[in-house]
């Protein structure tokens, strides 16, 4: 027996559930529903993409300001820049998110869902359990929750996760972050530019973005250490943590008295604690016993089928199959996941490139956006070798006209790792101001599988930025002949 049946039932409400549901029942009489507890519209649109890039771009205008002789900047002002930021997570209102929902012909459900059995799923609502039938298909897209390092006290210290960082109601004046990789590195960025005094990272490597290129990760180094406000100690892990007078006062806002780290070299006192050192999949309650799967992250084929489940039913999207946890991958697989089980549905064969997912192996692009941006996309030079490639690469210094006229001191450097043995890209790297709009073509190239000597005849436009593209194939032809 059930509540309701859909034909498609996605449990999580973020951009991955959203376009799974969509792309789903899309030009079709198809039914959806999608259950989610907390906001539809997920992590991305509330504590994280959204709320972080609104905090991060108004530093870096100023930041183009002032390297622009004859333009007056006073730099972000604080008021106005959380104003903005709030503007944009809605005041984590989502009754256009849910309009949005209901206007694509996918029923919003509230509450907690859990798989019951084979194309069930019970709800846990303020009104009672509801259960739910698929004909169809279920989709997981519960994402990921923040992990908390198993350091002893760090839990009863009520530290910021980075639901606290991009919501931030204050900024405190000294801040610990622990962490090195992409959220720490952007909210100690955000943090500096809204006026933090003292901001210390304290990261367990040897350098900070590990699975960035070195060359990558040292330019944003020392943008960071730049500010005069961020300190960043490598080889570095609290020993102890504990906090006067902890206390929940809410999301974004300083979470008691003074926090002290025990550390190998004496103690440091913040007042208040960042932590920042990864995700965990949120499916340990998901019911994933009913279909005989552990709690954890989920592997699926590249049809984004749940693998260990009979029945081409149950599908996982997004962060919480563990392949590329970024929201545009996560969008990403869900377009193929909606397009597969619109086919099933159909009973149409899967031959359609549309309905394999193949970017999210070695061709995911992303922007870290510090001072300086850090985009890539494909391989490093290392994940190329320790693959078997035959690599050459290319690196060499943005200094371009376009750059030059961009900004004054503009500072840049770009690298691509080339397959010699098809002359193809087989990864990009590019560091420097807003390089996160320089990105596209190399995923273009990369995804295209674009032969090298193609790429000649892509002239870019003078004098802009890109034109780094051609010294680049310059560079790599040198190379090349001697």
Not at 82 to 109: C, M, N, Y
């Amino acid at each position: 027996m059930s509540d309701a049946e859909y034909d498609v039932i996605v449990l999580g409400g973020g951009p991955a559930g959203e376009n799974a549901a969509a792309y789903a029942i899309a030009n079709s009489d198809r039914t959806a529903a999608i259950v989610e507890r907390e906001l539809l519209g997920g992590e991305c649109s509330y504590w994280a993409c959204i709320p972080s890039k609104a905090l991060l771009r108004p530093g870096a205008v100023a930041e183009l300001g002032r390297a622009m002789p004859g333009v007056t900047v006073s730099g972000p002002q604080m008021a106005d820049v959380l104003a903005r930021r709030d503007e944009f997570i809605h005041h984590r209102d989502d009754s256009g998110q849910v309009d949005w929902a209901k206007s694509a012909g996918i029923d919003p459900v509230r509450g907690t869902g859990r798989i019951a059995g084979e194309r069930l799923v019970e709800v846990t609502t303020d009104n009672g359990v509801r259960v739910l039938r698929a004909r169809h298909a279920v989709v997981l897209a519960t994402g990921t929750t923040a992990a908390m390092p198993d350091i002893p006290g760090v839990r009863e210290a009520l530290p910021w996760t980075s639901r606290d960082a991009t919501n931030l109601t204050v900024v405190p004046r000294r801040v610990a972050v622990i962490g090195g990789g992409v959220v720490a590195c952007e909210a100690a960025t955000w943090l500096a530019e809204l006026g933090a005094a003292e901001v210390t990272m304290l990261v367990r490597g040897d350098r900070l973005l590990p699975r960035a290129e070195p060359f990558a990760a040292d330019m944003v180094l020392r943008g960071l250490r730049e500010t005069g406000a961020v300190t960043v100690r490598l080889h570095t892990e609290p020993r102890l943590v504990s906090r006067r007078d902890p206390r929940d006062t809410g999301i974004g806002r300083i979470h008691g008295g003074p926090v002290t780290l025990v550390l190998d070299d004496g103690e440091l006192e913040v007042d208040e604690l960042l932590v920042a050192t990864g995700r965990a999949p949120a499916t340990t309650d998901l019911g994933l016993a009913a279909v005989g799967l552990k709690p954890g992250y989920l592997e699926v084929d590249d049809q984004l089928t749940v693998r260990g489940v009979p029945g081409d039913w149950l599908y996982a999207v997004g962060d919480v199959n563990h392949r590329a946890a970024l929201t545009h991958m996560g969008k990403y697989q869900a377009r193929v996941c909606g397009d597969v089980i619109a086919a099933r549905a159909q009973g149409r064969r899967l031959d359609s490139t549309r309905c394999t997912a193949s970017a999210d192996h070695q061709q995911v692009p992303q922007v870290v956006y510090t001072a300086p941006e850090l985009a890539s996309i494909g391989l490093t030079e290392q994940q190329a070798r320790g693959d078997g490639h035959a690599v050459g690469t290319v690196e060499l210094d943005i200094a371009v006209a376009g750059s030059a006229l961009s900004r004054d001191g503009f500072t840049g450097r770009a690298k691509l790792v080339v397959d010699t043995a098809s002359e193809r890209l087989l990864g990009a790297t590019f560091v420097g101001p807003e390089m996160g709009e320089q990105l596209h073509a190399a995923t273009i190239a990369v995804v295209g599988q674009v032969p090298l000597d193609t790429l000649w005849h892509a002239v870019p436009a003078f004098p802009a930025v890109s034109e780094f593209w051609l010294r680049l194939l310059e560079a790599w032809r040198e190379q090349r002949a001697t």
